[in-house]
């Protein structure tokens, strides 16, 4: 059981890495193409669900870059919080006191 619980966390974690590193994929509608179904040389026409792009988000995208954004800016807070802790404790430093 718990075998199975460790497959299908790494399943997940694949997954997730997967939708962060490549989120985009080929459009269903047009294939990639950018074109509307059904066009010809003459009557061109751009994609409805892609724009023309031929690309549209895959699913779980936007939550994996805004976790990791999240994430990021807690831990760059945090170094901020540490550096500000460090200049204070320098400034009130004994030493510094009584050269004044």
């Avoid at 962060?20 to 751009?46: A, L, N």
């Avoid at 023309?52 to 699913?59: A, F, I, S, Y």
């Avoid at 807690?74 to 050269?99: C, I, Y």
Wanted: with cysteine.
């Amino acid at each position: 059981m718990a075998t199975l619980i460790l497959l299908g966390m790494a399943a997940a974690l694949v997954w997730a890495v997967s939708v962060y590193t490549y989120p985009f994929r080929p459009c269903r509608r047009c294939q990639g193409t950018g074109r509307k179904p059904g066009s010809t040389r003459r009557r061109f026409g751009p994609c409805n669900r892609c724009g023309g792009t031929g690309r549209t988000q895959r699913t779980g995208s936007r939550t994996a870059h805004r976790t990791v954004l999240s994430v990021r800016s807690e831990l760059a807070k945090e170094r901020q919080r540490k550096r500000d802790r460090n200049a204070t404790d320098r400034a009130t430093h004994p030493r510094r006191l009584e050269d004044r």
